[in-house]
């Protein structure tokens, strides 16, 4: 095998290596923080996955979310436009992580309140919580588009509309004569992904206007962050072909070949370069 075409299987196992850890990142984080602080504490659990800033659990939230924005700064993606898209959600990711959301206000009369709540908030917490709001409010929205960009298929033809355009750069659009169809499975979990994304954006905003009383019982805000947090996973395992390792290192286990057989995988990269 030639120099370029080594280097090049190593550049794509890389990119598909960093879509796989960016999908356990999605899909885990909220397991991990329902899990850990049930176990180290216990305090009443948070309303939002950001309320776990103020646990035990907060090493973990930061570390994640700033891991999870290098990761996604990393990432280049198939144009300007996902290389943009990830720049912007991968830096709002971090942002997130240094601006806390607001600590949960306990008032004389008010019954029990969490260790963290304070009588009045300051105004670098108002300020911190702010711009917490807007940082995960574009996260969010980013990475939503970007599930629905992973169904783009090939380059957008040529005299469209604006709207056609759109259409074809979220994977809408149907593919050129020259494109290659995606898998369509693969496409059905994008777009379900993002839409899923985008909705939970808008739900968790409007699930502000629900009676204090609801909001005490049910946990809305964590509910509707933690899907869009899964389902932003989930479009990353698929687009890293997380399943398909997976399933290939165990037919491998079983199924060794002989000593000094040369290993198929070597000769032939099973990703080809139309998944950058």
Known sequence: ???????????????M???QTIG????????VLLAGNAISSSAPRPDSISGYYYTDMRNVLVGT?????????????????????????????????????KPAVCTAGAGACPASSVPQLSASQQMAGDFHLVFA?????????????????????????LLGQLRYGLGFGQPSGGSQQHNTAENIVYHTTGLTILGCVLLAALSNLLPASVKAHWPTLFVFEA?????FGVSWF?????????????????????????DPGTERSPVTSSVL
């Not at 990142?25 to 397991?31: E, F, R």
């Not at 899907?227 to 389902?231: I, K, M, N, P, R």
Request: aromatic fraction near 8%; glycine fraction near 10%; charged fraction near 15%.
């Open 65 to 101: 979310l700033c891991a999870l924005g290098v990761f996604l700064v990393a990432y280049q993606g198939y144009d300007d436009v996902d290389r943009s898209i990830t720049n912007v959600a991968g830096l709002a990711a971090i942002g997130v992580a240094f601006c806390p959301t």
């Open 238 to 262: 698929v687009k890293g072909k997380t399943i398909r390792a997976i399933q290939a290192r165990i037919r491998k286990a079983r199924h060794l070949p002989p000593a000094g057989t040369p």
């Open 17 to 19: 290596f960093l879509r």
């Open 24 to 31: 356990w990142i999605g899909t885990l984080l909220p397991i």
């Open 137 to 161: 409010a574009i996260a969010f929205i980013a990475l939503g588009l970007m599930a629905l960009r992973f169904a783009k298929r090939g380059e957008t033809p040529g005299g469209q509309s």
């Open 227 to 231: 899907l869009a947090v899964f389902a």
């Open 1 to 15: 095998m030639s120099q370029r075409s080594r280097d090049g299987n190593e550049l794509i196992v890389s990119y």
